[in-house]
């Protein structure tokens, strides 16, 4: 059974920046694809970011609206999974959830995650 761990959410300024981590138990998680979503209040929850390390070599990809500001990246070593948040928006308060796929391929859609943490909370206050 994998468990992932989130850690770093907190209350910031619009402008500042956040790291999100994700400890993962077993490295069996290194061969998955792993995410990011997020759930604002009232609103459904929504692809962030993924990492995969497929027949490509290691590929991301990320949602329109945090392209340019987020970074999502995988410490093999630690079984962790990163997401540096910078230039952080109103619009970027929500829940963070790490997910895990047991598959090596992208995918935005959350019904394909088999794995989910408890979620860590980000504000941003304008």
């Known amino acids: 059974q994998v468990q992932l761990v989130e850690s770093g959410g907190g209350l910031v300024q619009a402008g500042g920046s956040l790291r999100l981590s994700c400890a993962a138990s077993?490295?069996?998680?290194?061969?998955?694809?792993m995410g990011w979503f997020r759930q604002a209040p009232g609103k459904e929850r929504e692809f962030v970011a993924v990492a995969a390390i497929d027949w490509s070599g290691r590929s991301t990809h990320y949602a329109d609206s945090v392209k340019g500001r987020f970074t999502i990246s995988r410490d093999l070593s630690k079984i962790t999974l990163y997401l540096q948040m910078n230039s952080l928006k109103p619009e970027d308060t929500a829940v963070y959830y790490c997910?895990?796929?047991?598959?090596?391929?992208?995918?935005?859609?959350?019904?394909?995650?088999?794995?989910w943490g408890q979620g860590t909370q980000v504000t941003i206050s304008s």
């Open positions: 077993g490295r069996t998680v290194n061969s998955y694809a």
């Open positions: 997910a895990a796929r047991t598959r090596r391929t992208i995918s935005i859609t959350q019904d394909e995650y088999d794995y």
